[in-house]
């Protein structure tokens, strides 16, 4: 049985960014819902893909270091442990990973044109397609069998999960391996990070719930790794559970004594997230009320999808922060979807007239941390909501 457990109320696509504020941009509903049964964290209204993942998809892998050090140490995984003839990624986005590897070895499927034209003039082989079946047999056609699927932050976007498997499956050769990787629900639960929840996250997958799903398609997992990126993501290394030949590792048991420990299989436990994450806008506000009182400025960092749902949640606009700061061209001097607060473009000098900097990619504090230090060095002060609000 499918029931909720938060509201986030109303809510535009967090990556549709108007050129010119429009209080009328359509938004909607945004409700969590936890399933007693396959243990699926999931959103109620679904966006069709074509709304959201576009000729004008905004987000690039590319523009954190974080994020490009991260693909290029799992290429050199992946050619060490698997040697694979052939990889394909589904949500190649930029070619972030994809470049870490010859021409003729990699293929991306990436249904955003403008990212995708970017990988094809890279002379990486592009399909320019959503992933489903009609894609997966034309693939077949072409090249009977792959070795290896990877994809990340990709699969939880898709509405039809049993299409996006069954595809894999039609595609994946016999001694496939399939790697995936998505923020961690613990990490989100743990952290309240209730920002990982917007309309393109249509699910968050834990160990426990994606284990039950992957078993409807005889496939399981075999590995999984923790990593830093996205606030605490999951890399799962899955396989055909007829495949012997390669061993189930501990981390698996592991992972999936923690999520049970913490209750992950149980709706109580996202009853008591709802409330916390409550408690976490009424803080943040006073937080933000308060710098305002005492006339100091604040500016965002990092238009993230995640700030999107934390701003239109707690109905935060310019007369608290009033403009974020972006390093990612087709977000610069537009405004946050759904809010009256421009981008601006990012220069080194640009947190000076600020005294405080909202982390809306707090997922990249370290990154940022470093990279600020002549701000914090004149005083000037980080505020966060995860995972807690604070001021740093
Ligand atoms: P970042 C997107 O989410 C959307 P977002 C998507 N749905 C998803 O699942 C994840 O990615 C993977 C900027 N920045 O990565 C760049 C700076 O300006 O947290 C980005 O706009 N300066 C596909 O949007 C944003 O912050 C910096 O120094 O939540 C980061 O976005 C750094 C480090 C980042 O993903």
Redesign the pocket.
């Known amino acids: 049985m499918n029931k909720k457990f938060l509201d986030l109320g109303y809510q535009p696509l ?2 549709e960014y108007l050129k010119n504020f429009r209080s009328n941009q359509i938004k909607y509903k945004l409700k969590i819902y936890f399933d007693t049964l396959s243990k699926m964290v999931s959103i109620s209204k679904r966006i069709p893909s074509q709304k959201m993942f576009n000729s004008k998809y905004p ?1 690039r ?1 590319s ?5 490009r050090n991260s693909f290029k140490n799992l290429a050199a995984e992946i050619k060490k442990r698997f040697n694979p003839k052939i990889i394909l990624e589904i949500g190649s986005n930029d070619g972030t990973l994809i470049s870490n590897f010859n021409r003729n070895k990699a293929i991306g499927v990436e249904p955003c044109k403008n990212l995708a034209n970017i990988t094809k003039k890279m002379k990486y082989t592009t399909y320019d397609e959503y992933w489903d079946f009609g894609l997966a047999r034309k693939l077949k056609r072409k090249y009977k069998s792959i070795d290896l699927i990877y994809s ?2 990709t699969l939880t ?1 898709i509405s039809n999960l049993s299409n996006v498997f069954k595809s894999i499956n039609h595609l994946l050769s016999k001694n496939g391996i399939l790697i995936i990787e998505d923020p961690s629900l613990l990490e989100c639960i743990k952290k309240s990070s209730y920002d990982q929840f917007y309309n ?2 249509i699910y968050i997958f834990s160990a426990i719930s994606l284990k039950l799903l992957l078993k409807k398609f005889n496939l399981e997992i075999f590995d999984i790794k923790t990593l830093s990126t ?1 606030g605490g993501s999951l890399r799962y290394y899955i396989k055909r559970n007829h495949n012997t030949d390669i061993a189930i590792s501990s981390t698996v048991k592991k992972q999936l004594k923690k999520e049970t420990k913490y209750g992950l299989n149980k709706y109580t436990t996202y009853k008591l997230f709802s409330r916390k994450v409550i408690k976490s806008k009424k803080h943040l506000l006073s937080i933000l009320n308060k710098i305002k009182k005492n006339k100091k400025k604040v500016i965002g ?7 999107v749902t934390v701003l239109n949640y707690c109905n935060i606009d310019k007369n608290l922060i009033s403009y974020f ?4 061209p087709e ?1 610069i001097n537009n405004f946050i979807p759904g809010k009256n607060i421009k981008i601006l473009k ?1 220069n080194k000098d640009i947190l000076r007239k600020y005294d405080y900097a909202f982390l ?2 707090w ?2 504090k370290d ?2 941390f470093k ?1 600020e230090s002549e701000f914090i060095k004149r005083g000037g002060k980080f505020i966060t909501h995860v995972p807690k609000p604070r001021i740093i």
């Open positions: 967090a990556n987000y892998s523009m954190s270091r974080t994020m990340a932050n976007h393109e996250h996205h960092y990092g238009a993230t999808a995640k700030v700061t972006d390093t990612t977000k990012y809306g990619a997922n990249f990154e940022i990279k």
